[in-house]
């Protein structure tokens, strides 16, 4: 089994920051891609940026200039640096990897989320 823990989140004034950070553990062979997508009340959730297991990233058009993703391969872990904070940032926000376990099958996995509210 595979968990997937987030971190970092809370409630900030707009124009502030928070790192988000999110931590695989179990039976992980290797972690291709990682991302970490939010869901604000009565809206879809939506993708926010996603880095691949080579370092590769994107970010949607909306948080261009402001979030940056990254990884840390060793720790199986991917963060979220968030920077010029808006209150529509508002949402909760999901890690997701697709993790390869020791039987070289890949599983699609989820955090329980993490808040982060940001204030006007």
């Known amino acids: 089994q595979v968990q997937l823990v987030e971190s970092g989140g809370g409630l900030v004034q707009a124009g502030g920051s928070l790192r988000l950070s999110c931590a695989a553990s179990?039976?992980?062979?290797?972690?291709?891609?990682m991302d970490w997508y939010r869901q604000a009340p009565g809206r879809q959730r939506e993708l926010v940026a996603g880095i691949t297991g080579g370092g590769s990233t994107s970010n949607a058009d909306s948080v261009k200039g402001r979030f940056t993703i990254s990884r840390d391969n060793a720790k199986n872990t991917v963060y979220l640096q968030m920077n010029s904070l808006k209150p529509e940032d508002t949402a909760v926000y999901y890690c997701?990897?697709?993790?390869?376990?020791?039987?070289?099958?890949?599983?699609?996995?989820w955090g329980q989320g993490t808040q982060v509210t940001v204030s006007s």
């Open positions: 179990g039976n992980i062979f290797s972690i291709n891609a």
């Open positions: 997701h990897a697709n993790v390869i376990v020791p039987t070289n099958h890949e599983y699609s996995y």
